[in-house]
Every structure is written in C-alpha cells, then in structure tokens.
C-alpha cells in the first residue's frame, strides 16, 4: 500500500498560478490535494504582488489560494537545519523552503512528502536529498 503524500508547495508554482504563466497548476491542484508550505510563501507571493502593483487584481485570489495550504512557521528546528550545508548550491529562501519540506517529512513520517516546483534549484536540491517531484 502506498503511503499517502503532502504537497509542498514552493513560492515559484504558486506565483506560476498568480500570474498565469503558460506553464502553472491546474485549478483544481489547489482544491484537491493536500498541500502543505512554510509560511515563506505567503510572504514571497505578497511582495511579489506589490512589486507588480498587482494587491487590487491578485490579492483576493491570494489570500483564497493559501486557505488551501497548510503553512509552517520557520521554527528553531528549521534554523537549525540551515547552519549544515544543502546537497547543492542553493538560494537562502529556496534552502528555508527544502528545510521546512524535511522538517514537515520528520513530523509526518507516514506521508511522503512531494515538491511541486519550477525552481530547477529548487527541484536540483529537492531530488538530491531524496524528495520525489510533483508533477
């Protein structure tokens, strides 16, 4: 029998769906499948609206997406995980996002957790410390 997944979910798919890039989420990604995300996320995506003046026409589909995501804080835990280096180089928010992704596999032994990215750091990083992608 399978072990049931988490989605961990990566600034770049979510920004990939904010902004309809060809290449993004279905729809029903945010609906159906249990994802899971650092609270990273709701920060990057926010400032990133604001950067493209985008807060009046994005930020309502925002804030609906990520009740769909459960969000971790970056705890000591995951702090700490940062002072030992990552199998590849790495940008220092993509690092917080894999260590939060190990953090929440530790707690959640019985799941698998997946990374949904299109970061190629990101997914470089993920596939080196043993994640499955999402695709």
Do not use: N
């Amino acid at each position: 029998m399978a072990r049931p997944c988490l989605i961990y979910v990566d600034t770049s798919y979510l920004l990939a769906a904010l902004f309809q890039e060809p290449i993004r989420p279905e729809p029903s990604f945010w609906r159906d499948l249990p994802l899971v995300s650092s609270t990273l996320i709701e920060d990057e995506s926010w400032v990133r609206v604001h950067a493209y003046e985008r807060g009046e026409t994005h930020g309502k589909f925002l804030e609906r997406v990520l009740q769909h995501v459960v969000l971790f804080p970056v705890s000591e835990e995951i702090r700490e995980r940062l002072k030992s280096p990552f199998p590849t180089r790495i940008r220092t928010l993509d690092a917080i996002h894999l260590a939060t992704a190990e953090s929440i596999q530790s707690q959640h032994r019985k799941h698998l957790v997946v990374v949904a990215s299109y970061d190629a750091g990101i997914q470089a990083s993920a596939v080196a410390l043993g994640f499955t992608l999402y695709s």
